[in-house]
T-cell receptor
């Protein structure tokens, strides 16, 4: 079945440093979504990328979708303590048979040292 | 306020007992999902439903059952056949269900607060 790999699993950074998490799919995706889960909380939608090569920005966060629509990245510039949490990518695949499935990566847990 | 509600937040059960986790949404969403989250495992799909009275198995459906009799409700039963049921369970919904367009528009997932199930 569809697999979505995400690396690294953990990342510890000093406040002010940059952070990047990478996502790779075994199949070409219809779209990719990114979620953030704060400690003790539930995942919250951040953004969706649909087009090949798409780049979107949200303040200090930059999201990219690869040309082949099989990989994606999330880059945070100058991390802050409020960025702490686990970041998940989720690959969306439309099978064309009336079925759409969202497969989550295992997440990257970000710790920010003040 | 529109949203997705899971109850209870914490649940303790004895080994061998079935237990049902509630998930209700008032977002008028067609699709609903159940995920299991274990440390270091991310979110694993148990079951999903794209329309009322229809549901499909996800990656780890064994030992679980669901029903979708109403659009608003998607309860999950953890049966005694589930070998390792202790986990954090997340329910989610999204606007579009069966009739997706390839771009996946309206497939943003809204999550409930989760139910932490402990089997002793």
């Amino acid at each position: 079945g569809q697999q979505v790999m995400q690396i690294p699993q953990y990342q510890h950074v000093q406040e002010g440093e940059d952070f990047t998490t990478y996502c790779n799919s075994s199949t070409t995706l219809s779209n990719i979504q990114w979620y953030k889960q704060r400690p003790g909380g539930h995942p919250v939608f951040l953004i969706q990328l649909v087009k090949s090569g798409e780049v979107k920005k949200q303040k200090r966060l930059t999201f990219q979708f690869g040309e082949a629509k099989k990989n994606s990245s999330l880059h945070i510039t100058a991390t802050q303590t409020t960025d702490v949490g686990t970041y998940f990518c989720a690959g969306g695949l439309y099978s064309g048979a009336g079925s759409y499935q969202l497969t989550f990566g295992k997440g990257t847990k970000l710790s920010v040292i003040p | 306020d529109g949203g997705i509600t899971q109850s209870p937040k914490y649940l303790f059960r004895k080994e061998g007992q079935n237990v049902t986790l509630s998930c209700e949404q008032n977002l008028n969403h067609d699709a609903m999902y159940w995920y299991r989250q274990d440390p270091g495992q991310g979110l694993r799909l148990i079951y999903y439903s794209q329309i009322v009275n229809d549901f499909q198995k996800g990656d780890i459906a064994e030992g679980y059952s669901v029903s979708r009799e109403k659009k608003e409700s998607f309860p999950l039963t953890v049966t005694s056949a589930q070998k390792n049921p202790t986990a954090f369970y997340l329910c989610a919904s999204s606007k579009e269900g069966q009739h997706e367009i390839p771009s996946g528009r309206n497939t943003e997932a809204f999550f409930g607060q989760g139910t932490r199930l402990t089997v002793v």
